[in-house]
């Protein structure tokens, strides 16, 4: 069993800069895949990134490319979302993720995640 704990939500201006985080519980942390996903009122829970074991393959959203960087720090149990330029749209709930199976690269599948956090609400005013 996992528990993930986020926490860096709040409130910033369009333009501005956020770091979320995700601690987790697990004693082999790095036998996790990572992933961030987030929800929009009235929108379905949607990928955001995505990071390997060892943090060598990550993957993005092609809403976030450029402007969003996963991170992940295995000796502090720590999985990181540094998000920069934000713009309204990217308001919503963020909640990470652990995929305990043997893939190699985060999938971008909602139910293949195994774990979650409570989330964390990020809000991007204009």
């Known amino acids: 069993q996992v528990q993930l704990v986020e926490s860096g939500g709040g409130l910033v201006q369009a333009g501005g800069s956020l770091r979320v985080s995700c601690a987790a519980s697990a004693r082999t942390f790095s036998y996790y895949i990572m992933g961030w996903f987030r929800q929009a009122p009235g929108k379905e829970r949607e990928f955001v990134a995505g990071i390997s074991k060892l943090g060598r393959s990550t993957n993005y959203a092609d809403s976030v490319k450029g402007r969003f960087t996963i991170s992940r720090d295995n000796a502090k149990n720590t999985v990181y979302l540094q998000m920069n330029s934000l713009k309204p749209e990217d308001t919503a709930v963020y909640y990470c993720?652990?995929?305990?199976?043997?893939?190699?690269?985060?999938?971008?599948?909602?139910?293949?995640?195994?774990?979650w956090g409570q989330g964390t609400q990020v809000t991007v005013s204009s």
């Open positions: 993720a652990a995929d305990q199976s043997p893939r190699f690269v985060a999938t971008t599948l909602w139910s293949e995640y195994d774990y």
